[in-house]
């Protein structure tokens, strides 16, 4: 059984090793929230940091009936030193919250499907090109391009469907093992998109976020590895920049579930 779980973690690290698209991110999807619920009264924690940018994400689930589930999460990246130079001035805050249903089979299968609405503020410099009213008057050089700073609210509104197994290993230390695919979909509507000269220009678009997830260790903390790719479905002139993958490492905690 414990190979049944082998093909996600190969899956989490190709993503982890694929090349990021280098374009200027205004949008940055959170961690995928797939607890995989089981029963009422069941609990989730997590806290996650993101490998190779310095995004941070925390979230907590609660099942109050069984097959119902309430889902929060809070994502921040806050600082811009050593990343490389598409992504030095990224900063995001985001929070959101969701419910949805659940269940899980007697084999140990569990699915989730889940909706929420979340907002969030961002800021980063992008590349934009020059024209001739905004090219430099210096005779000899030459610029087509220059960075400007854009900053930003917006609203974020998903659903998604996750599919996970979990496993009992015959361990001394790792005694737990689950793993699964979630796959979120929604749009990101800006209320305000900012550049440095105030121009307000809103735009919108819509998003498909594929992940794989795997966790081991206890039934109560667990070891948490995520690859996610972030695929935006641009609309005409309302596109919004994001990044293609992200690889997300943290713990997990789980109280109340009925094994």
Request: glycine share 14%.
């Amino acid at each position: 059984m414990r190979t049944y779980l082998l093909p996600l973690l190969l899956i989490a690290i190709a993503l982890g090793l694929m090349i990021q698209a280098a374009c200027a991110p205004i949008y940055v999807p959170p961690k995928v929230q797939a607890p995989l619920l089981s029963n009422a009264g069941e609990a989730h924690a997590s806290a996650a940091f993101e490998i190779g940018g310095e995004g941070y994400d925390a979230q907590i689930a609660w099942s109050p009936y069984n097959h119902f589930g309430l889902y929060g999460g809070f994502s921040i990246a806050p600082t811009d030193s050593g990343l490389p130079h598409w992504r030095t001035h990224l900063r995001h805050t985001y929070g959101e919250m969701a419910a949805g249903w659940y269940t899980r089979t007697d084999e140990g299968t569990g699915i989730e499907l889940l909706g929420g609405i979340g907002f969030g503020t961002t800021a980063n410099r992008l590349n934009r090109e020059l024209t001739s009213d905004t090219l430099p008057r210096y005779p000899g050089v030459y610029y087509d391009s220059e960075l400007y700073v854009a900053r930003g609210t917006y609203m974020r509104y998903v659903v998604q469907g996750d599919w996970g197994h979990t496993i009992a290993i015959s361990g001394d230390i790792v005694t737990f093992a689950e793993g699964g695919f979630a796959v979120r979909a929604g749009w990101v509507q800006f209320l305000d998109l900012n550049d440095e000269n105030g121009n307000n220009r809103p735009r919108g678009g819509g998003f498909l976020e594929p992940a794989a997830f795997i966790r081991g260790g206890s039934t109560r903390f667990q070891v948490e590895g995520e690859g996610e790719g972030g695929f935006s479905v641009l609309v005409g002139r309302d596109a919004f920049n994001s990044l293609d993958l992200y690889l997300r490492l943290g713990v997990h905690f789980m109280f109340g579930r009925a094994l």
